[in-house]
């Protein structure tokens, strides 16, 4: 079984500030897919990033980028810039290829923004 | 705007009650899924329908019983609940269910109450 693990339960950031949240996971697999999903309080969970485990080159989506780590097999995820939007619970989640897309999510890091 | 619907919103039930969830998706997806989630916990999944049928059936109580009418459509029966199964009901869709990167969309979500 896949493992996936955030090992910082909460975290804080001001406002404007850089904020890095760290995602390990375990697998045997090559070939698999990252995600962080974003789960905003009493609302809906939104993709965040996605990142090919092919792919050497991190993904970036504005102030979202990852830092890919394949032989460590570390995910983490850097928010930029942090606006008080960003407060959220944060899911880490591994997909196997081929595997009827069955997500491993983490733990999740409820990250709060402070003004 | 979610492309994901559900409905309810809030749902109270007693035990011995029988009441659906419906989810719906207008993006052509072919692959559908229910997750239970607890407070500040990540989502289980408990099923998955590919192409409209059954492909992944987690170790979930009878109670909870699944029906994908078509490919946009997913209910999800429920029937002598217990407190417990008191939880947040997210319904995803996906592109496919095999091959590719398929990142899953989620809907607003279900908050069940069982009294």
């Known amino acids: 079984a896949q493992t996936v693990t955030q090992s910082q339960p909460e975290m804080s950031v001001q406002e404007a500030e850089t904020v890095t949240l760290s995602c390990t996971y375990d697998?045997?697999?090559?070939?698999?897919?990252l995600f962080w999903y974003k789960q905003p309080p009493s609302r809906q969970m939104i993709l965040v990033i996605r990142?090919?485990?092919?792919?050497?080159q991190n993904a970036t989506e504005n102030r979202f980028s990852v830092n890919f780590q394949k032989a460590a097999k570390s995910f983490s995820l850097k928010i930029s810039d942090s606006q008080l939007g960003d407060t959220a619970m944060y899911f880490c989640?591994?997909?196997?290829?081929?595997?009827?897309?069955?997500?491993?999510f983490g733990t999740g890091t409820s990250l709060t923004v402070i003004p | 705007d979610t492309e994901v619907t559900q409905t309810p919103k809030h749902l109270v039930m007693g035990m011995t009650n029988k009441k659906s969830l419906k989810c719906e998706q207008h993006?052509?997806?072919?692959?559908m899924y229910w997750y239970k989630q607890k407070a500040k916990k990540p989502p289980e999944l408990m099923f998955v329908?590919?192409?409209?049928?059954?492909?992944i059936n987690e170790s979930v109580p009878s109670r909870f019983s699944p029906e994908c009418p078509n490919s946009s459509l997913l209910n999800l029966h429920l029937h002598a609940l217990q407190p417990e199964d008191s939880a947040l009901y997210l319904c995803?869709?996906?592109?496919?269910?095999?091959?590719?990167?398929?990142?899953?969309?989620f809907g607003p979500g279900t908050r069940l109450t069982v009294t």
């Open positions: 995803a869709s996906s592109q496919g269910a095999s091959g590719g990167i398929y990142e899953q969309y």
């Open positions: 697998t045997s697999e090559n070939n698999y897919y």
């Open positions: 990142q090919e485990a092919y792919k050497q």
């Open positions: 989640a591994f997909m196997k290829q081929n595997t009827g897309n069955q997500f491993y």
């Open positions: 993006m052509g997806h072919r692959a």
């Open positions: 329908y590919s192409y409209e049928k059954l492909s």
